[in-house]
């Protein structure tokens, strides 16, 4: 007998859900609080009070650590990738909340943000700020993966698809591990080349995947008016937003394969929406400044 989609599983048309892990908190949502779940009690087991991380200017990992800290008595600090935006970063949404979370910044040039993995980087860093706890870029490591793996329950069994964005890999990962064996996981990931496939496969412990390559528009916040008439337009009918830079482009890309017949008739979809709405103010101030259409 077919279980009844839990909680937070939106019902589309029948055949395509949303699982809508952005109301899963105001601030820290969606695949954010997954994965820095595990990483803050492991922290605190260690009695380390500072979290660093790495993200640019419109980084959700940045927002989501900066009010997670404040929320749960860590102090929080951003190596933040543009040495310009030292000067005006209050004007930037998602800095100017960061920072209004208690979140210290250091702006580092494009070039020196390339060396974020650099034993001698982090041992500067050290120096500068003392002990703290290190959460890679993206948030992306074995304890968010373990966190991501809750995304799934049994009651998901019912659905032969599951789709998720894909950005540092952690959060596919996740689904790709509490996944049942007869489900195919595919990820549409926001950014070019090959590279996922590696970093997924790290943490990954089943093979019943698939990066979905063409939906990208462009790259790593790049898009097009069609994705924002699309975004409007599934707000508009269905009461869900989507964000710009992840969640769009897969529901943009989940629509487009069914149009094309990707998806066997009768096949149950369900979409992991991972949040990321923060970033949607940031995307209207880019929008504005091309005179083109706004998310609304």
Known sequence: M??????????????LFVRAEYLNHKFVSGNKLRKLKYNLEFAKHQNIDTLLTFGGAFSNHISATAAAGKEFGFKTIGIIRGEELKTNFKTNPTLSFAYACGMQFKFVTRQQYREK???????????????????????????????????????????????????????????????????KILGFPALKGDFLQEEIAKFATQNNWELIT??????????????????????????????????????????????????PKGSKILAIHTGGLQGIEGMNQKLKQQNRPLIV
């Open 214 to 263: 063409d939906y990208h528009f462009g790259g790593y916040a790049k898009t097009n008016d069609d994705l924002i008439k699309f975004i409007n337009n599934f707000k508009g009918k269905h009461n869900v937003p989507l964000d710009p830079i992840y969640t769009g482009k897969m529901v943009f890309g989940i629509y487009d394969l069914i149009e094309k017949g990707y998806f």
């Open 2 to 15: 077919q279980k009844k989609p839990i909680k937070n599983t939106l019902n589309i048309d029948n055949r």
């Open 117 to 183: 993995t650099n034993e001698d980087f982090i041992k500067n860093l050290k120096e500068e700020f003392g002990e703290f706890y290190l959460l890679p870029e993206g948030g992306t490591n074995e304890l968010a993966v373990k966190g991501c793996e809750e995304i799934l329950t049994e009651a998901d069994s019912v659905f032969d698809y599951i789709c998720c964005p894909v950005g540092t890999g952690g959060t596919i990962s996740g689904v790709i591990n509490s996944s049942n064996s007869h489900q």
